[in-house]
C-alpha cells in the first residue's frame, strides 16, 4: 500500500489514508497524556513498544478466534489496518481492583475480584468519557444490540487470551480498556491498541507496576517498563 495525507491524529497516534479506501497506516507516537489530557509528556520508544507489543498480541488474538482490524507491519512505528468506524465505547475489563474502580467503589487496589467485571465509557472528550452501561448505549445509538452481544462477547474472550498471554511473561493482567470498530460491511472488529498505556501490567514476582500508572502517577522508570514488557513478550 502507499500511504496518502493524515486523516487523525490523536494523543499517542496519527491515522494516514492509503490508495486503498478500506486501508489505513497507523502511525505510534511517544507521546503520553493522563489525567484527561492535564499531564503531558513522551515516554522514549514508547511507540515502539506499543506498535510492535499490540501488532504481536492482535495477531494471537485472531488466532484464537477474535478478529481484529490488524493487517501488515511496515517499520517499528507504522502499521497497516483495516479501515474502521470505531464504535464509541470504551471497553474495559478488570480482574483486580484498581485505579478509577478502586477510587468509585472503595476497594483496595490489588484486591483480586470474584469474577472479571465488563465496563463501558462513552468515548467522549469533552464528557470526560463517562462510566454507562449498555442500556445508555442502546438509547443513545451508540451500537445495536448484535454489536454489544459481540462486543461483550469478544471482550471476554480477549481477557482469557491476554490473561495467558501475560501470565507466560510473568506479568498479571489487572485491567485493559478495548476499542471496537465496524468494517464497511457492519462486522464488528477489534481495533486501536493493546499495549502498556492501554492496560494494568504488575509484576507477578515483585507486584511492579509495568505500564501507564508510572507516568500517571509521576513514579518514574516508564521507559524501562516498557522495554521490560516488550522484551518479555517478543525478545
Ligand atoms: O482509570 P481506570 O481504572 O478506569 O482504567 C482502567 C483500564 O483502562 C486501565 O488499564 C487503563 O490503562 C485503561 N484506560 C485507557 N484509556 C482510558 C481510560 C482507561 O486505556 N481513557
Redesign the pocket.
Known amino acids: 500500500f502507499e500511504t496518502k495525507e493524515m486523516l487523525y491524529e490523536g494523543k499517542a497516534k496519527q491515522v494516514f489514508a492509503t490508495n486503498d479506501e478500506n486501508i489505513v497506516m497507523v502511525h505510534y507516537k511517544d507521546d503520553a497524556t493522563a489525567g484527561d489530557g492535564a499531564k503531558k509528556g513522551t515516554i522514549k520508544d514508547k511507540g515502539i513498544v506499543n506498535n510492535k507489543l499490540s501488532n504481536a498480541i492482535m495477531q494471537k488474538l485472531e488466532k484464537a478466534g477474535i478478529p481484529t482490524h490488524y493487517v501488515e507491519e511496515v517499520n517499528d512505528r507504522d502499521t497497516f489496518v483495516k479501515k474502521v468506524d470505531i464504535v464509541p465505547l ?1 471497553v ?1 475489563i ?1 480482574n483486580v481492583a ?5 477510587k468509585r467503589m472503595g476497594v483496595e487496589e490489588g484486591t483480586e475480584l470474584l469474577t472479571p467485571i465488563l ?1 463501558f ?1 462513552y468515548k467522549n472528550d469533552d464528557l470526560h ?1 463517562p462510566l454507562i452501561n449498555h442500556y445508555y448505549a442502546l438509547a443513545l445509538g451508540l451500537a445495536t444490540q448484535e454489536e454489544i452481544d459481540k462486543i461483550t462477547e469478544y471482550a471476554f474472550k480477549v481477557n482469557e487470551q491476554l490473561i495467558d498471554i501475560m501470565d507466560a511473561a510473568n506479568i498479571r493482567l ?4 478495548i476499542e471496537f470498530g465496524r468494517t464497511p460491511d457492519g462486522t464488528i472488529i477489534l481495533a486501536d491498541e493493546i499495549s502498556p ?4 501490567f504488575w509484576d507477578k514476582t515483585t507486584g511492579e507496576h509495568l ?3 508510572l507516568f500517571r502517577r509521576d513514579l518514574g522508570g516508564e521507559q524501562g517498563a516498557y522495554q521490560e514488557v516488550m522484551k518479555r513478550l517478543i525478545g
Open positions: 470504551e474495559i478488570r484498581a485505579g478509577s474502580f478502586s465496563e465509557s468519557d489487572i485491567d485493559f480498556k498505556d492501554t492496560c494494568r505500564d501507564k500508572d
